[in-house]
């Protein structure tokens, strides 16, 4: 069965500074797709970031960008110059077959302005 | 408009009542799911369905129904609510076609609260 760990349940950053969220997952799969997304308090999830585990460069949205690790089965999520408004439930999650997802527990992230 | 739409989207509720969660979308997809979620324990599947004739239980389906009344229309119910089943719910949908990514877009959840 996969699993998704994220070890971080609560992260704090300065605004405009640089945060990074970990986590790491289990599979026996060789070809998955892992995602970043973003709960703000309006409840709603939105995606962030995708990486598909065939390619070797890691994603980047504007300020998000993922360090993926496929050996390590690790896909951490970088956000840049942080602002107020990133502040949030971030999940982690794995693409099983049948396109269904499997989260991580979630990691509160907190900007201090 | 919303793509995906779930009602209620609170409800309050005691111990024992049925309750039926509904879920819509006008995106055209033939894949819906339900999740739910509790704190430090991310999202958990409940039941998905690939199209109206199929439907599946996902990790966490014991005291969960659902129904695929049309290929928009996705219900989950509780037979006879618990307070443990108090959580957030969400509908999600997605493409189905085999090999590609399909991204899912979900709903905007149902806070249920069992008393």
């Known amino acids: 069965a996969q699993t998704v760990t994220q070890s971080q349940p609560e992260m704090s950053v300065q605004e405009a500074e640089t945060v990074t969220l970990s986590c790491t997952y289990d599979?026996?799969?060789?070809?998955?797709?892992l995602f970043w997304y973003k709960q703000p308090p309006s409840r709603q999830m939105i995606l962030v970031i995708r990486?598909?585990?065939?390619?070797?460069q890691n994603a980047t949205e504007n300020r998000f960008s993922v360090n993926f690790q496929k050996a390590a089965k690790s896909f951490s999520l970088k956000i840049s110059d942080s602002q107020l408004g990133d502040a949030a439930m971030y999940f982690c999650a794995y693409r099983r077959k049948g396109n269904m997802l499997t989260f991580g527990g979630g990691t509160r992230l907190m900007v201090k302005p | 408009d919303a793509d995906v739409t779930q009602t209620p989207r609170n409800r309050i509720t005691k111990t024992g009542k049925r309750i039926m969660l509904e879920c819509s979308q006008t995106k055209g997809h033939d894949r819906m799911y339900w999740y739910r979620q509790d704190p430090g324990l991310g999202l958990r599947l409940i039941y998905y369905?690939?199209?109206?004739?199929?439907?599946n239980k996902g990790e966490i389906s014991d005291g969960y129904s659902v129904s695929r009344q049309a290929q928009a229309k996705f219900s989950l119910s509780l037979e006879s609510a618990i307070p443990n089943q108090t959580a957030l719910y969400f509908c999600?949908?997605?493409?189905?076609?085999?090999?590609?990514?399909?991204?899912?877009?979900f709903g905007p959840g149902t806070r249920l609260t069992v008393l």
């Open positions: 999600a949908t997605s493409y189905g076609t085999s090999g590609t990514y399909n991204e899912q877009f």
């Open positions: 369905s690939f199209d109206v004739k199929d439907i």
């Open positions: 990486q598909e585990a065939y390619k070797q």
């Open positions: 599979t026996s799969e060789s070809d998955h797709y």
